[in-house]
């Protein structure tokens, strides 16, 4: 059975669970299927033209202050960026376009962490370069791809994907249709795939 965990890189709570999916899907013989896609739009078809957590301030740091909490919860680093949100474009379009690469996930936590462990700015290409060479990829022919109009196509039609399929928020899960939205459904998503599981 699939899980389909549904993202932004500059998703701040996408971050623990994308450092924790795949470890808690295994016990459970889950698939992960990583999705990137981008929250700018569906923000937009909401009314938002920035991230909720910088609309609503009193949001935004109840936000930090629970993301810390979850963080030291599972001993996972946090430091707050000077900037959010941060547009994980060329990620995004990078872990769409080699989305069947078995280094996919490694290039994923990669780039979580250079955000939200190191305050890297992972708009940065040299940024997104580092994190493909520090998981032993070699960037260049990579990048050269993930800049193509067949990537950007890719990113388009998988965020088109995700308003049809009701995804309002990051990080999302899919198991067989069925949607939990937030870090702490993660766990919720795991038990209804074994419930539901085909015998």
């Not at 909401?46 to 919860?73: A, T």
């Not at 872990?95 to 990669?110: D, G, L, M, R, Y």
């Not at 580092?130 to 960037?139: A, K, M, Q, R, S």
């Not at 388009?156 to 899919?174: M, V």
Request: aromatic share 12%; with cysteine; charged share 25%.
């Amino acid at each position: 059975m699939k899980l389909e965990f549904w993202f932004d890189f500059a998703s701040t709570y996408s971050y623990p669970c994308a450092m924790r999916i795949e470890s808690l899907a295994e016990k459970s013989n889950l698939e992960v299927v990583w999705r990137p896609f981008l929250l700018g739009p569906i923000f937009n078809k909401q009314g938002w033209n920035d991230s909720p957590f910088n609309i609503y301030k009193v949001k935004g740091e109840y936000m930090w202050k629970d993301l810390q909490r979850i963080c030291n919860d599972i001993e996972l680093p946090l430091k707050r960026p000077d900037k959010f949100p941060q547009n994980g474009l060329l990620a995004a379009r990078i872990a769409v376009t080699f989305a069947n690469e078995p280094w996919i996930p490694s290039f994923i936590k990669s780039v979580f962490a250079a955000n939200f462990e190191h305050n890297k700015d992972i708009t940065s290409p040299s940024v997104i370069s580092d994190c493909l060479t520090l998981i032993g990829e070699n960037p260049e022919d990579i990048m050269k791809e993930a800049n193509s109009d067949i990537a950007k196509d890719l990113l388009r039609q998988q965020t088109d994907e995700a308003l049809t399929r009701s995804i309002f928020g990051a990080p999302s899960f899919l198991v067989a249709e069925e949607l939990f939205w937030g870090d702490d459904r993660l766990e919720r998503a795991i038990k209804w795939a074994n419930d539901n599981r085909s015998h």
